[in-house]
């Protein structure tokens, strides 16, 4: 793999740039070092995306970042491409942006004002959506839609929850029983709701913290859907802390500079983010940690399934 990253810097003028490991998740990421600043080269998780969607998230980020928000900037190739194809790998690069780990999803790593950076973070979330809306889309620009279909339809974005293999028959009824209940909620909801670009994978992994800034990163599973998706997105891991009422509020109120947020909507949205999760890891059971992170998934899901329907009278 470091030899496809030092092969493909030169494609983007980095000859000379000292190349090393920063992190393997969907993607594998290297940091490239040059006297004029560093970089973020990524090779992709192969066949997670096509070239159409990759170049569209990036002309997106080039987009947001132009438009002020803080979140790395594609740099384009000798030849004016955001994207390219080394040894069979879709790599690109990104300016390397500071900051901070907050932690795992769920944790806000030396952040002292908690419910500080959730106004902060609502903030920058309409930002993004405010920027996202002004912008016309190229010709071409295609990204996953987590709409109803891609949410609770046959096929959805991550994969059939209900039908995670770790679910015994009446855990399996459960999910069934409620996808029903929440599409028939969602029918009637979608029309109203605001639509649009979004992250869609707002998690504490996806920031990074400097002296006051939130840095927004891995637009892997940004695409097309509901905004308040976006906010449960971040919310669900905090459901359980103390604090939780007061994240939300923040969170919310942070939004508002946008719109107001009703508290139904991103009830059953939170719903809905839990139920992407079995989903999800049914297709990566054989990766490293992956059966504790199914266990928690699987918990998840169903803990919200039931809060869901108890709530809605069910």
């Known amino acids: 793999m470091l030899e496809i990253a030092q092969d493909a810097a030169r494609q983007w003028g980095l000859e000379g740039a000292e190349v090393e490991l920063a992190a393997r998740r969907e993607n594998v990421v290297f940091r490239a070092s040059t006297p004029g600043g560093d970089y973020a080269l990524r090779l992709h998780r192969p066949g997670y995306r096509s070239d159409a969607e990759l170049t569209s998230e990036l002309e997106w980020m080039a987009v947001l970042a132009e438009g002020g928000l803080d979140v790395p900037a594609p740099l384009a ?7 390219a194809s080394v040894a069979g790998h879709q790599v690109d690069v990104l300016t390397w942006v500071p900051g901070a780990a907050l932690g795992r999803a769920g944790e806000l790593q030396g952040v002292a004002d908690r419910p500080g950076f959730c106004h902060a973070l609502g903030a920058a979330m309409a930002r993004m959506h405010d920027v996202s809306d002004a912008w016309v889309q190229p010709e071409g620009f295609t ?5 109803r279909a891609g949410l609770l339809g046959e096929a959805p974005l991550w994969g059939r929850f209900w039908e995670h293999p770790h679910l015994d028959a009446s855990e399996r009824a459960l999910l069934s029983r409620v996808r029903a209940a929440a599409d028939d909620v969602l029918s009637r909801f979608e029309g109203e709701a605001d639509y649009g670009l979004i992250h869609a994978d707002l998690i504490s992994e996806n920031m990074l913290w400097d002296e006051g800034r939130i840095y927004l990163i891995d637009f892997d599973d940004g695409g097309f859907g509901f905004r308040d998706f976006e906010l449960a997105t971040f919310l669900l891991r905090f459901e359980d802390a103390p604090d939780y009422a007061e994240l939300r509020a923040a969170l919310c109120e942070g939004y508002a500079a946008r719109r107001q947020v009703r508290a139904a909507d991103l009830d059953l949205l939170l719903l809905l983010r839990a139920l992407t999760y079995p989903g999800w890891i049914a297709d990566r059971l054989g990766e490293p940690g992956a059966a ?3 266990e928690r998934a699987v918990a998840t899901a169903l803990r ?4 869901w329907l108890d709530r809605m009278g069910g």
């Open 304 to 307: 919200s399934a039931w809060r």
């Open 292 to 294: 504790e992170r199914s």
């Open 143 to 147: 990204r996953p839609s987590w709409d």
């Open 77 to 83: 190739t000798r030849d004016g491409r955001f994207m």
